[in-house]
């Protein structure tokens, strides 16, 4: 089955850094979702970028995605202490194996 | 908009006893929801979809006759964990899906439900 996997694991910048992750997945996909979660906490869904597209923004927000490489980044701009959390991709097939990666913790230090 | 909820947040069982989560969309109707589980530190792990209407299909590994799931109307289903045990215990998220692939769509995710089992 195909899977994301973000890039790095874990990621350590101070407050008004960007902060760059990365997503790598191994089949052809429909859509490409990121997704933020705090601590102990629900999803919360950040951008959709459907294969057809390379690039989406959403304020501070800013996916690509290169099917090519089958591969999405998500950039952060002018972090903040609240952006502290865990950030996945998950991808789907037409509807089918909905897969998350294993996330980048992203701690973002004052 | 788009707004799913769990309940309960949190429950502590003892072993062997059953424990029913539910998943609601509260303002609009869901024909697909999903059903994940999460350990501390990782990731979400898909654990079956429910369709309203019919039985639910399982990722492979999980246990149908362990985790009941009903999705008995357009903004219900709820996950029933059976004879539960202490490997059971887990962050358990929902999600619900607004309109119907292969358009696209966004799963909506609840705030999870933290289950302990002692």
């Known amino acids: 089955s195909q899977q994301g996997e973000e890039d790095p694991q874990a990621l350590s910048i101070q407050e008004g850094e960007n902060a760059t992750m990365n997503c790598s997945y191994k089949t052809s996909i429909n859509n490409l979702q990121w997704y933020r979660q705090n601590s102990g906490r629900g999803l919360v869904h950040l951008i959709l970028i459907r294969s057809n597209e390379r690039e989406k923004h959403s304020g501070r927000l800013r996916v690509t995605l290169d099917t090519s490489k089958k591969s999405s980044s998500l950039l952060i701009t002018a972090s903040r202490a609240a952006d502290t959390a865990s950030y996945f991709c998950?991808?789907?097939?037409?509807?089918?194996?909905?897969?998350f990666g294993p996330g980048t913790r992203l701690s973002v230090l004052p | 908009g788009a707004v799913v909820s769990q309940h309960p947040s949190w429950v502590i069982c003892k072993s062997g006893t059953s424990v029913k989560i539910e998943c609601r969309s509260l303002d609009f109707q869901a024909t697909t929801m999903f059903w994940y589980r999460q350990f501390p530190k990782q990731s979400l792990m898909l654990m079956a979809t429910?369709?309203?209407?019919?039985?639910?299909?399982?990722e492979q590994g999980v246990e149908k006759d362990k985790f009941l799931i009903n999705h008995a109307s357009l903004t219900l289903s709820t996950l029933t964990v059976t004879s539960a045990h202490p490997e059971d215990s887990s962050f358990y998220i929902c999600?619900?899906?607004?309109?119907?692939?292969?358009?696209?769509?966004?799963?909506?995710f609840g705030p999870g439900t933290r289950l302990t089992v002692t």
């Open positions: 999600s619900a899906v607004p309109g119907r692939p292969p358009a696209g769509y966004e799963q909506y």
């Open positions: 429910s369709n309203e209407g019919s039985k639910a299909t399982y």
């Open positions: 998950a991808t789907d097939n037409y509807g089918q194996n909905f897969v």
